[in-house]
């Protein structure tokens, strides 16, 4: 069982940077890929960014490819999505997951295991 809690979001304008954190308890974070995924009003959610148990291997999706970067660091059971060049359209309540038996794909919600509770970010025009 691991137990994740999401930090750093808010109110940015449009162009500006946030930085999200997302720490987990248990000693076992580091077997885990961990993934960033975001559900907007009246969406789905939808895959954001994912990265392996040791960071090898990394994943984004296509709308924030060069403007989000995933990162962790397992010696303080923390994964972080820092995000650049914000715009509207990525105002959304962002969630962060692990995912304990990896499949391939990494990018469907239903692959995951434990999730968190969310942080809004809102992105204003």
């Known amino acids: 069982q691991v137990q994740l809690v999401e930090s750093g979001g808010g109110l940015v304008q449009a162009g500006g940077s946030l930085r999200l954190s997302c720490a987990a308890s248990?000693?076992?974070?580091?077997?885990?890929?961990m993934g960033w995924f975001r559900q907007a009003p009246g969406k789905e959610r939808e895959f954001v960014a994912a990265?392996?148990?040791?960071?090898?291997?990394?994943y984004y999706a296509d709308s924030v490819k060069g403007r989000f970067t995933i990162s962790r660091d397992n010696a303080k059971n923390t994964v972080y999505l820092q995000m650049n060049s914000l715009k509207h359209e990525d105002t959304a309540v962002y969630y962060c997951?692990?995912?304990?038996?990896?499949?391939?794909?990494?990018?469907?919600?239903?692959?995951?295991?434990?999730w968190g509770q969310g942080t809004q970010v809102t992105v204003s025009s």
């Open positions: 248990g000693r076992t974070f580091r077997r885990y890929a």
């Open positions: 990265i392996s148990w040791s960071g090898g291997s990394i």
């Open positions: 997951a692990a995912l304990t038996v990896p499949s391939g794909s990494y990018q469907k919600p239903d692959e995951y295991d434990f």
